[in-house]
């Protein structure tokens, strides 16, 4: 099985400051047909959980552009270019290489200082 | 814009059936997509439970595979879980979901919290 791991576990940052976090997979996630499939989730407190980034990189619609995703192989990262009070939450790391076998990191929680 | 709705019973006694409903709207189960169901124990993570395809072909996480069955209505667009012989580990806010493949889960229900308890 495919082991996804992030860290820190917990990430207290300034407002307007950066974030960064990062995912590692046990298994490299570079699918046979050239794709990588690790996606990113968040969920803000009380909230289902929400999709921001798919296939690395790419954000899905309404995400604001502070959020970036990058990375390669079985090392990921996701950054927030200035921390804003809404980016409260926990964020998840998902790989779907192994699809149909999906599996999430353990989520690095974001509060503000 | 797809909208999930989970649906069932909040209380399910240890060693009993836990079953729940996810109604779809905004989108037709039947044009595509796996459609799957996602748990998260009460202050810890998310646990992908499996997904099923209108078709009816389903795909379930070995740790659960023993005890889980899915199925699909797609005249209703609806799909369910049933997860067996229950205990307290069972204890979860489930969330159904649509499933865009290797992309991951790109819609979401609000979650419905099941406590197994006597």
């Known amino acids: 099985d495919v082991v996804m791991t992030q860290s820190p576990l917990s990430l207290p940052v300034t407002l307007g400051q950066p974030a960064s976090i990062s995912c590692r997979s046990s298994?490299?996630?570079?699918?046979?047909?050239?794709?990588?499939?690790l996606n990113w989730f968040q969920q803000r407190p009380g909230q289902s959980p929400r999709r921001l980034i798919y296939?690395?990189?790419n954000r899905d619609s309404g995400v604001p552009d502070r959020f970036s995703g990058s990375g390669s192989g079985t090392d990921f990262t996701l950054k927030i270019s200035r921390v804003e009070a809404e980016d409260v939450g926990v964020y998840y790391c998902?790989?779907?290489?192994?699809?149909?076998?999906?599996?999430f990191g353990g989520g690095t929680k974001v509060e503000i200082k | 814009q797809v909208q999930l709705q989970e649906s069932g019973p909040g209380l399910v006694k240890p060693s009993e059936t836990l079953s729940l409903t996810c109604t779809v709207s905004?989108?037709?189960?039947?044009?595509?997509?796996?459609w799957g169901w996602v748990r998260q124990p009460p202050g810890k993570g998310l646990e992908w439970i499996g997904s099923?395809?209108?078709?009816?072909?389903?795909h379930y996480n070995p740790s659960l595979k023993s005890r889980v069955t899915m199925s699909v209505d797609t005249s209703k667009d609806q799909f369910s879980l049933i997860l067996n012989s229950v205990t307290a580990a069972d204890t979860a806010v489930y969330y159904c979901?649509?499933?865009?493949?290797?992309?991951?889960?790109?819609?979401w229900g609000k979650g419905t919290t099941v406590t197994v308890s006597s």
């Open positions: 979901a649509r499933e865009d493949y290797g992309s991951g889960m790109d819609g």
């Open positions: 905004g989108y037709s189960i039947s044009i595509g997509y796996y």
């Open positions: 099923i395809y209108h078709s009816g072909t389903t």
């Open positions: 298994q490299s996630l570079v699918h046979s047909d050239g794709n990588t499939y």
């Open positions: 296939k690395v990189s």
């Open positions: 998902m790989q779907g290489t192994h699809w149909p076998l999906l599996t």
